[in-house]
């Protein structure tokens, strides 16, 4: 039997993973310490889908572990000496960042060293997959010249149609802190592909979403959103006229890349993930869509300053997953994967707000 670790099991990406390997017979390592919880507060808390995957799968075993304690990181590699390696966990909201700036850095940065250099010393052979952000670009993006539309903003020059490339500047722009340790970790991993010729990648992550995500305002765009009109509450718009674009890609469709490459991997790669042209939604219209999925209406207020660092537009270019990788593709479009989120949320949230 194969073996799986999986950082950041019980979050969006994570717990796919876990899902989809334990479904195909591998002993998976989920390795959480409910930080979410820590960031975020009750609302950010992913125990529940901890007991979920333990009581569903028997080749599942959770691991309380902090990435940030190196010699545990280090002892349980070395016990486990895993095939594969998926990092999802992260500290992943900018503005929490600029408050808790060393947690960051160490859960960010340190603690995919420790990973890294842990996999070196037990299971240099294994594939190490590196779940990165499309912030590691900075507000660069903000600089392509756009054109607004009724609803979204969009690329006024044709060469960026298909989106942004892996090519794109990561230098010289504003990342927030959270985008500089994330930047710091996304090298790293390459790093130890070139330096160490080890099988890695970095995936440079747009929206990723689905039915498991535990949204908050801070970090979990559509699935906040989604719970906000679910509940009734107000949603906040910050900033660029609420036409900022994401491009939003399902935690399943992330899953299924991860699959190919593990399956064939390749030294030191990089790859936008997202959802492409077709799976990118402005605010003001993923307003639009879930109000027609609910029939209610969307409570939101204006507030005219946008986010430090954010992205105004930006959409991932696929071309170089899909010819690297030609069985991979995108399989949920967007209603389908805004009405998953909508009949998780009406299961986990009281009907008495509902």
Not at 233 to 253: A, E, L, M
Request: include cysteine.
């Amino acid at each position: 039997m194969k073996k799986l670790i999986v950082t950041g099991s019980s979050g969006l990406i994570g717990s796919e993973v876990v899902e989809h390997y334990c479904q195909n017979g591998w002993k998976v390592f989920g390795v959480d310490n409910n930080m979410r919880a820590d960031f975020f507060g009750p609302n950010g808390d992913t125990r529940w889908n901890q007991k979920k995957l333990s009581a569903k799968y028997s080749n599942f075993e959770h691991i309380e572990l902090d990435i940030r304690d190196r010699n545990k990181v280090l002892s349980t590699l070395k016990e486990i000496r895993p095939d594969a390696i998926v990092h999802t966990a992260a500290q992943p909201s900018h503005d929490l960042a600029a408050s808790r700036p060393f947690d960051d850095f160490d859960v960010n940065a340190v603690g995919t060293l420790n990973l890294l250099e842990a996999t070196r010393q037990a299971s240099p052979e294994a594939v190490f997959v590196h779940m990165s952000t499309n912030k590691v670009y900075g507000d660069a993006p903000n600089n392509l010249k756009l054109v607004e539309k009724d609803t979204r903003w969009d690329f006024a020059d044709s060469a960026y149609y298909n989106g942004i490339k892996e090519t794109f500047t990561i230098d010289q722009s504003k990342h927030s802190l959270f985008g500089a340790s994330k930047v710091a970790a996304d090298v790293l991993v390459q790093e130890y592909g070139r330096y160490f010729n080890m099988p890695t990648c970095c995936l440079r992550g747009g929206c990723l979403t689905g039915p498991n995500h535990s949204g908050v305002e801070l970090h979990g765009f559509l699935s906040y959103l989604i719970k906000c009109n679910l509940a009734g509450r107000q949603y906040n718009i910050y900033g660029y006229k609420g036409k900022q674009v994401r491009d939003n890609i399902h935690s399943f469709d992330v899953v299924r890349f991860m699959e190919e490459f593990i399956a064939q991997p390749r030294v030191a790669e990089v790859y936008n993930i997202g959802g492409g042209r077709e799976n990118s939604i402005s605010i003001l219209e993923a307003f639009s869509l879930i109000e027609n999925i609910s029939g209610k209406k969307m409570i939101y207020e204006y507030v005219d300053q946008n986010r430090q660092g954010d992205h105004m537009c930006y959409i991932s270019d696929l071309s170089k997953m899909k010819s690297h990788y030609p069985n991979w593709g995108i399989t949920k479009d967007l209603s389908t994967t805004f009405t998953e989120i909508y009949q998780s949320w009406v299961e986990r949230v009281p009907s008495s707000i509902m």
